[in-house]
Structures are given as structure tokens and as C-alpha cells.
């Protein structure tokens, strides 16, 4: 019974594009800031991307900008993920959260008290 649920995974080649949607299946999400992550095989799982309740404050990794863009359509109670010039290294599980809290720092997944499933991004070369 997860409380997010990640969506829009899957195989693509390098340079291909993705767009993940996470949703909150029993709560507002718009009260709430979101935070993507994401964990490959044998990591630990690493911020990729933020962003604040409202949408006014995003932030990415340094591997991910310039390539991928977090936006929300609070009406729709949902958060994206767009990945676009998609590397083999971008391949890991990808997970959305979600924490009243706010701050300068997002990347810690122990401030995220709601956590979906995850989704499988794999990105062949």
C-alpha cells in the first residue's frame, strides 16, 4: 500500500527519453515537496531532482542538469519527471518522495517520509 506510486518506466536506448509521473494515491500532494531519487545496482540511492510544494524551487544533480526537468500539475496531484539524452548510467530504480519539510538541502532520504514503490529505468547503449 504505498503512498506514492512511480510510473513511466523502461528500456530505452542511449539518447532516448523518458517521462516519469509520481502520484499520491491517499493524500494532497500539493501540500507537499517532492524529491526524486534514484539507486542502480550496488550504489547507494542518490538525489536526482526537487521540487517545492508550489513548483518555485527546483534543483538537480550535477549529472542530471541539462537533462532532466521536474515539474507538477498540482490539480492533477501528480509530479514529473522528464529524462531526456538518457546515458546508460542513468539506469537504476527511480523513486519519488514527499516531505513537508524544506530547506537548501533535498538529497537526504531520510527527511522523505512517503515513498512509492520505484520504477525501473534501464537504458541500453
Known amino acids: 500500500q504505498p503512498q506514492l506510486v512511480e510510473s513511466g518506466g523502461g528500456l530505452v536506448q542511449s539518447g532516448g527519453s523518458l517521462r516519469l509521473s509520481c502520484t499520491a494515491s491517499?493524500?494532497?500532494?500539493?501540500?507537499?515537496?517532492v524529491g526524486w531519487f534514484r539507486q542502480a545496482p550496488g550504489k547507494d540511492r542518490e538525489g536526482v531532482s526537487y521540487?517545492?510544494?508550489?513548483?518555485?524551487?527546483?534543483d538537480y544533480a550535477d549529472s542530471v542538469k541539462g537533462r532532466f526537468t521536474v515539474s507538477r500539475d498540482n490539480a492533477k496531484n501528480t509530479v514529473y519527471l522528464q529524462m531526456n539524452s538518457l546515458k546508460p548510467e542513468d539506469t537504476a530504480v527511480y523513486y519519488c518522495?514527499?516531505?513537508?519539510?524544506?530547506?537548501?538541502?533535498?538529497?537526504?532520504?531520510?527527511?522523505?517520509?512517503?515513498w512509492g514503490q520505484g520504477t525501473q529505468v534501464t537504458v541500453s547503449s
Open positions: 491517499e493524500f494532497a500532494l500539493h501540500y507537499y515537496n
Open positions: 521540487i517545492s510544494s508550489t513548483g518555485g524551487t527546483t
Open positions: 518522495a514527499a516531505r513537508l519539510l524544506t530547506g537548501s538541502t533535498w538529497t537526504l532520504p531520510q527527511d522523505f517520509a512517503s
